[in-house]
């Protein structure tokens, strides 16, 4: 399951396994709104600050465009995997999707076209729910790699920056842009840390964290409504 905020601290959206969109109201504990996509949606991100533009990605294969004043989604991008997550850029004008067929695809949201793709050997994705983040500045991007490397590739010269070698499983990467550490979730659900900063004479991206306080705080209310009783006004959508 994915959730981001909708535009207001107070509204929630998520992509389910139940092939789903739901938008929740945490106030009134309540679903509000269910968009049904067809296929269970592994990833989401809002593009603009009202939440009125949701992307989702999905196992078919697809990133799915949502209005939220709509019933269906548009514009649909047929990838050539199924997509195990989604990223969006500061400037909300790029979309980072990791993709099951071992690469990761930069997609122009203004043309809602794939401008890029990244991929290299050694580099294999290895789960549905592996996930690709673009580093602070937008210049570079990083995954990690089913044999535990993580994999940072610059934007503009579409080579790889570095490889990380010290970790197992890699799942997930998060950015942190103030703390200059690197941080990766590994399959045994032990976290590995330590400061970036490979070689100090070497100019690298910045860092990179596994753990974003906003996502934390998220998910914690989630789960702190539904145990306390949100529920969807129409009970068929489950």
Not at 61 to 75: G, H, L, P, V
């Given at each position: ?78 990838l050539e995997g199924k997509v195990t997550s989604l990223d969006l850029s500061r400037d909300a004008n790029y979309l980072l999707s990791c993709v099951r067929d071992d690469t990761v695809k930069l997609i122009d949201l203004r043309m809602k076209k794939i401008v890029g793709s990244f991929s290299a050997d050694g580099f294999k994705v290895g789960f549905d729910w ?109």
């Open positions: 399951m994915a959730a981001k905020f909708l535009g207001e601290p107070s509204k929630v959206v998520t992509g389910s396994y139940d092939r789903t969109l739901k938008i929740w109201d945490l106030r009134s504990k309540a679903c509000i709104e269910t968009k049904f996509a067809g296929s269970s949606c592994n990833d989401l991100v809002t593009s603009d600050g009202a939440g009125s533009t949701i992307i989702s990605g999905h196992f078919d294969q697809r990133i799915r465009f949502w209005d939220t004043r709509a019933e269906s989604s548009s514009n649909d991008i047929l592996t996930r690709a983040v673009f580093s602070p500045d937008g210049q570079y991007i990083a995954v990690g790699s089913a044999d535990g490397s993580v994999f940072i590739w610059s934007i503009a010269t579409n080579a790889i920056e570095t490889i990380l070698k010290e970790h197992t499983f890699v799942h997930r990467l998060l950015e942190h842009g103030k703390r200059k550490r690197e941080k990766s979730v590994e399959r045994e659900r032990s976290a590995m840390q330590r400061e970036s900063g490979i070689d100090s004479n070497i100019s690298r991206p910045r860092a990179f964290s596994a753990l974003s306080p906003t996502r934390v705080t998220l998910m914690d209310a989630l789960i702190g409504g539904i145990s306390r009783g949100m529920q969807c006004k129409d009970r068929s959508y489950y």
